[in-house]
């Protein structure tokens, strides 16, 4: 089974890797509909498509190790933002 679990919604790809999830849940704390943790206390998706983009981009954002990534629909990346990149 891949550590990689994706997911295209609201036209953005996100990716959780499983292996670089430690369990803060800050996911699932800032959009408890949209990521769970499981009995292993890893996250993964639950209904991403029942969140808001800002609120989503914002829990995907809110892990502090990067275990989120997120894609625009152009294929940048924009989580974790690059930090010598200026974005608008």
């Not at 997911?7 to 849940?25: K, M, Q, S, T, W």
């Not at 275990?67 to 152009?74: G, K, P, R, S």
Request: charged share 30%; proline share 7%.
């Amino acid at each position: 089974m891949s550590s990689l679990q994706e997911r295209i919604v609201h036209g953005l790809r996100i990716v959780i890797d499983r292996e670089l999830c430690v369990g803060f849940a800050d996911c699932a704390k800032e959009a408890p509909e949209g990521f769970k943790l499981d009995d292993a206390s890893v996250a993964g998706f639950l209904a991403p498509e029942a969140v808001e983009r800002e609120r989503l981009l914002r829990a995907c954002d809110a892990c502090p190790v990067d275990a989120i990534t997120v894609w625009d629909e152009t294929g940048r990346q924009i989580v974790p933002a690059s930090p010598d990149r200026n974005v608008p």
